[in-house]
T-cell receptor, first 117, second 116 residues
């Protein structure tokens, strides 16, 4: 079964600095998606960035970028120029692209990010 | 356009009771998924419905059931509540999770269930 592991329960970063959140996953599939979701205290899961496994180029969304290492099954999130509003729980998630569980997201346990002013 | 809406936002039940949670997807979205998020954990998949049919089911007991209506809204029912059912229940909608390169999930703010 597929699993997603986030080894950092909590991280802290100074405002305007850069922080990297780690995620590893386990799968025997070759076609899948990886996501980073942000969950602020308001509880709503917000998609931060997505990566398709067949694309070698790392995804980037403004201050957010990923380092996708398919062979190592690693998918880290880098947040540049951290802002106070980035403080939240961050979840790494995996989704198969085909098969019976194609709509099913598998989440890690999350990393709580604090941003210090 | 409105996002995914869930009701109620908070509710308290006692052990043995039954609860119904409701979800309205984004307009045009035909798939709804349900997730359970226990405090301090990541969400866990419960059900997925597409075009009113069950597409997937997670590792949850038969006390959990769901359905999708012709307008694509959905209900999650939990019978014989246990203390361990206390959690945030998240609903997510998508266009068609089965379509290749499609099916991004959009989440609601969840229903916080407390079982006493």
């Amino acid at each position: 079964a597929q699993t997603v592991t986030q080894s950092q329960p909590e991280m802290s970063v100074q405002e305007a600095e850069t922080v990297t959140l780690s995620c590893t996953y386990d799968t025997s599939e070759s076609d899948y998606y990886l996501f980073w979701y942000k969950q602020p205290p308001s509880r709503q899961m917000i998609l931060v960035i997505r990566q398709e496994a067949y694309k070698q180029q790392n995804a980037t969304e403004n201050r957010f970028s990923v380092n996708f290492q398919k062979a190592a099954k690693s998918f880290s999130l880098k947040i540049s120029d951290s802002q106070l509003g980035d403080a939240a729980m961050y979840f790494c998630a995996y989704k198969e692209n085909y098969g019976g569980s194609q709509g099913n997201l598998i989440f890690g346990k999350g990393t709580k990010l604090s941003v210090k002013p | 356009d409105a996002g995914v809406t869930q009701s109620p936002t908070h509710l308290i039940k006692t052990r043995g009771q039954q609860v119904t949670l409701r979800c309205s997807p984004i307009s045009g979205h035909k798939s709804v998924s349900w997730y359970q998020q226990v405090l301090g954990q990541g969400p866990q998949f419960i059900f997925q419905y597409y075009e009113k049919e069950e597409r997937g089911r997670g590792n949850f007991p038969d006390r959990f059931s769901a359905r999708q209506f012709p307008n694509y809204s959905s209900e999650l029912n939990v019978n014989a509540l246990l203390l361990g059912d206390s959690a945030l229940y998240l609903c997510a909608s998508s266009l068609d999770p089965g379509a290749p390169r499609n099916g991004e999930l959009f989440f609601g703010e969840g229903s916080r269930l407390t079982v006493l």
